[in-house]
């Protein structure tokens, strides 16, 4: 017995999913926390902000067939997409990335294998990649580029590289962009899967466990992240727009919950337990920041039929996520070119939207404590 657990001690670490925009990194979270965390799109550029999702792994006994592995704590942490920064909001994103990367024990840097390989140049020292294909070599690099200053880490992080996406491809295509990728980096492990069919990723997590060091859990057991649900209600609000507008309006549109009443605690419990009982109610409100009136125009919709749309689908989604009613009011503001506002994306960030919350909550018992010791 004692074999077992020599050698078999608490693994515990943080792992950062990078890539391109687009290459699945939120649904590779999503799959193997086994619930949406993060907000997923066919757009581009849909992650802001880095999201942590813990997981928890029971240790897996050593068999005869197996080597099994020892229990773990795997905070992974989704990033936005790598890209070159245009505005004060893209260079914000960016920073996200780099924190990420920072702080972190194994990186799982992810590709897309449906993209085509970059062709080799011709006999005439011509470069054959052109175009679109040029365009995304272009980004494969950058993005590689700082996966390359990991090397200079003390101590080495090790970098697995993840073949995504291999249910879209013919099984044929995975040698050559195995070959491709492997020369360009020394990944410590090449894993081919498929975040969205969940292929591949057992073995992706044995990998990391192995990669991981030994230590105590850094979360609670039981705490699925660390942001606070009103951050996620105003991601899948988020979500709704990127997926129902088009053109420029989803990345010119920040949304803010600017009211969010829970129900109180007893009745809460009790109407989850009542059957057939009213399920009690969450009142949100949310601003939706666009930065032109004509982006306001579209967000609205004819006599508000986008807007009416967007509310129906993101209630629905956030009543599944509460498994409380929910009343949403929706409000579409202007606020011009926010993206290239420092002061208004930083405000943006749950982070510092905590710390305003309770400044504002502190002057409020201020004024009341002053008020008391007035009337004294
Ligand atoms: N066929 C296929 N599609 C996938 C797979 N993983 C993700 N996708 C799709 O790829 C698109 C982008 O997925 P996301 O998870 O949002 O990608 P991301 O890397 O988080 O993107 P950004 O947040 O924009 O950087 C979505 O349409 C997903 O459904 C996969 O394994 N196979
Ligand atoms: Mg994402």
Not at 88 to 96: A, G, I, P, T, W
Not at 135 to 163: H, Y
Not at 192 to 198: D, E, T
Request: include cysteine; charged fraction near 30%; aromatic fraction near 4%.
């Amino acid at each position: 017995m004692s074999r077992i657990i020599e050698g078999m001690s608490f693994r515990s670490g943080f792992v950062s999913i990078v890539g391109r925009p687009n290459a699945g990194k939120s649904t590779l979270l999503n799959a193997l926390l086994g619930q949406k965390l993060a907000i997923v799109t066919h757009k581009p550029q849909t992650t802001r902000t880095r999201i942590q999702g813990v997981l928890e792994i029971p240790l897996k006994k050593k068999t005869s067939a197996d080597a099994g592995h020892p229990a773990a704590q795997v905070v992974l942490v989704d990033t936005p997409g790598i890209h070159k920064p245009d505005t004060q909001l893209d260079k914000r994103m960016m920073q996200e990335v780099h924190d990420a990367l920072e702080s972190r024990d194994v990186v799982l840097f992810i590709v897309d294998v449906t993209h085509r390989l970059p062709k080799a140049d011709g006999p005439d020292g011509q470069a054959k990649t052109t175009g679109r294909m040029a365009l995304s070599k272009a980004e494969d690099d950058f993005a590689l580029q700082i996966i390359q200053r990991l090397k200079q880490v003390e101590g080495g992080c090790p970098v697995i590289l993840l073949l995504n996406k291999i249910d879209a491809i013919a099984p044929s295509e995975i040698m050559p962009l195995i070959a491709h990728w492997s020369a360009l980096y020394p990944f410590a492990e090449v894993i081919p899967i498929s975040a969205r069919k969940k292929i591949n990723l057992d073995l992706l997590l044995e990998k990391v466990i192995g990669l991981l060091p030994e230590g105590q859990r850094y979360f609670p057991k039981h705490q699925l992240t660390d942001q606070p649900e009103r951050f996620l209600v105003a991601e899948l609000i988020r979500e709704k727009i990127l997926l129902l507008t088009g053109e420029e309006v989803p990345y010119a549109t920040a949304v803010v919950i600017e009211r969010y009443e829970e129900p109180p605690a007893e009745l809460n419990a009790q109407g989850k337990a009542k059957k057939g009982g009213k399920a009690p109610l969450t009142k949100i409100a949310a601003a939706i920041f666009c930065e032109r009136t004509g982006q306001k125009a579209i967000l609205i919709g004819k006599q508000g039929s986008m807007l009416k749309e967007i509310g129906t689908v993101a209630r629905k989604d956030i009543e599944s996520l509460l498994g409380t009613r929910v009343f949403l009011e929706l409000f579409v503001k202007v606020q011009e070119d926010w993206r290239s506002k420092p002061g208004f994306i930083e405000d943006l960030d749950w982070r510092r939207e905590l710390e305003l919350i309770a400044a504002k909550q502190a002057a409020e018992e201020d004024v009341d404590g002053s008020s008391k010791d007035a009337k004294r």
